[in-house]
Antibody, heavy 120, light 107 residues
Framework: EQLMESGGGLVQPGGSLRLSCAAS????????IHWVRQIPGKGLIWVSR????????AYADSVKGRFTISRDNAKSTLHLQMDSLRAEDTGLYYCVRDGVLVGRTAFDIWGQGTLVTVSS | DIQMTQSPSSLPASVGDRVTITCRAS??????LNWYQQKPGKAPKLLIF???NLQSGVPSRFSGSGSGTDFTLTINSLQPDDFATYYCQQSYHTPYTFGQGTKLQIK
């Protein structure tokens, strides 16, 4: 069971990036998946989530209207479209599986993270 | 948003010690509380979910307790591998906020 992020990089303020997360080893469509950000050496910030069939999403207020989470279950892939990027969006973005109990949220599988740096 | 406050921020301890980390929520969250361990350069690892349930594969020296607003993570008989940073997280309501972390350090 594995998640692997890609798509991070250096972008100027106001720019866009599209992160991807490839899942393997489990039935991807059965799980809610989230994005969590961490500034290296600092704490963890929940960013967004999406349910198994992609019909329900939620976002942190700080990214609402700028970020869009989506998934392609046929390809076992999650995406995060990040527009109008700001310096405060900088960090390591983890793709995480929500997988311990129905009706509970806990992040049992984490990717290795992909680094996003927003700077001029 | 629900604020999560951990104490202490850093905790010096020795191998074999029993340590306790506390986490307080700014409002009641029933038992919707998870604990994670993070080592430098690695992703966090789920230890405890739903306040007191040990995640599969996690050693039994880790335990969690609490409900409402006050929670604890206890590690019995510290092992060298346990020196890391620990985070609590509420899963009661989005945004799923984390505590600021407790760094468990070798004394």
């Amino acid at each position: 069971e594995q998640l692997m992020e890609s798509g991070g990089g250096l972008v100027q303020p106001g720019g866009s990036l599209r992160l991807s997360c490839a899942a393997s080893g489990f039935t991807f469509s059965s799980y809610w998946i989230h994005w969590v950000r961490q500034i290296p050496g600092k704490g963890l910030i929940w960013v967004s989530r999406i349910n198994g069939d992609g019909s329900r999403t939620a976002y942190a207020d700080s990214v609402k209207g700028r970020f869009t989470i989506s998934r392609d279950n046929a390809k076992s892939t999650l995406h995060l479209q990040m527009d109008s990027l700001r310096a405060e969006d900088t960090g390591l973005y983890y793709c995480v599986r929500d997988g311990v109990l129905v009706g509970r949220t806990a992040f049992d599988i984490w990717g290795q993270g992909t680094l996003v740096t927003v700077s001029s | 948003d629900i604020q999560m406050t951990q104490s202490p921020s850093s905790l010096p301890a020795s191998v074999g010690d029993r340590v306790t980390i506390t986490c307080r929520a700014s409002q009641t969250i029933a038992s919707f509380l998870n604990w994670y361990q993070q080592k430098p350069g690695k992703a966090p690892k789920l230890l405890i979910f739903d306040a007191s349930n040990l995640q599969s594969g996690v050693p039994s020296r880790f335990s969690g307790s609490g409900s409402g607003t006050d929670f604890t993570l206890t590690i019995n008989s510290l092992q060298p591998d346990d020196f890391a940073t620990y985070y609590c997280q509420q899963s009661y309501h989005t945004p799923y906020t984390f505590g600021q972390g407790t760094k468990l350090q070798i004394k």
